[in-house]
């Protein structure tokens, strides 16, 4: 029997492979990401040991390398205890950005809304989601509950979408994909 947090990362996971583009092939030449199946790229895909053709990625092999590398490597199957809707925003973010850069977000924004650095440890935004970065989550979710979620969630949708812009302003040839990357992945 599957458990209800197994429920919700697979939940996550049909999201995340929805927003990709499905089980759509593409091969972009302006996409820095190249040959994709189900949102895998060849070189995500290689280097997690497939080694057939990019158009036959089975849906099953995705969804084991979007759990290893994106869910439980960063730790965010962690965060995902503490609060699905949190964990589902880093996993979408890892996948679209990388996995340091949504450890990032999550880091500076627990430390914007750290008060005055008392309510739990400052962190390093190194992107690593360990020991003291779930603590600190945990504290904050104590201190400004449900409120604190959404509050939180929209500081994280806000560092994605000006990363898409820092993105498409020292690469013009990726304003292409801006609209899509806001309107398909920031508060979604």
């Given at each position: 029997?599957?458990?209800?947090?197994?429920?919700?990362i697979?939940?996550?996971?049909?999201?995340?492979?929805?927003a990709?583009?499905g089980?759509?092939?593409?091969?972009?030449?302006?996409?820095?990401?190249?040959e994709?199946?189900?949102?895998?790229?060849?070189?995500?895909?290689?280097?997690?040991?497939y080694?057939?053709?990019?158009?036959?990625?089975?849906?099953?092999?995705?969804r084991?390398?979007?759990?290893?590398?994106?869910?439980?490597?960063?730790?965010?199957?962690?965060?995902q205890?503490?609060?699905?809707?949190?964990a589902?925003?880093?996993?979408?973010?890892?996948?679209?950005?990388?996995?340091?850069?949504?450890?990032?977000?999550?880091?500076r924004?627990?430390?914007?809304?750290?008060d005055?650095?008392?309510?739990?440890?400052?962190?390093?935004?190194?992107?690593k989601?360990?020991?003291?970065?779930l603590g600190?989550l945990?504290?904050?979710?104590?201190?400004?509950?449900?409120?604190?979620?959404?509050?939180?969630?929209?500081?994280?949708?806000?560092?994605?979408?000006?990363?898409?812009?820092d993105?498409?302003?020292?690469?013009?040839?990726?304003?292409e994909?801006?609209f899509?990357?806001i309107?398909?992945?920031?508060?979604t």
């Open positions: 029997m599957i458990t209800l947090p197994e429920q919700r697979e939940s996550i996971l049909t999201a995340v492979i929805k990709e583009g089980d759509k092939y593409t091969n972009d030449p302006n996409d820095a990401g190249g994709t199946r189900w949102g895998i790229t060849a070189a995500v895909a290689r280097s997690n040991g080694t057939g053709p990019m158009k036959d990625l089975p849906e099953v092999t995705a084991a390398i979007y759990r290893k590398k994106y869910v439980d490597d960063p730790r965010f199957s962690d965060v205890a503490i609060d699905p809707s949190v589902a925003e880093l996993i979408d973010t890892g996948v679209n950005m990388g996995i340091g850069i949504a450890g990032t977000f999550l880091q924004a627990l430390n914007a809304f750290n005055t650095g008392t309510r739990y440890a400052v962190l390093k935004p190194d992107g989601v360990g020991d003291t970065t600190a945990r504290a904050f979710v104590r201190w400004r509950g449900p409120m604190g979620i959404t509050t939180l969630l929209k500081a994280l949708n806000g560092l994605q979408a000006a990363r898409y812009i993105i498409t302003e020292h690469n013009p040839s990726q304003r994909y801006a899509g990357w309107s398909n992945r920031v508060g």
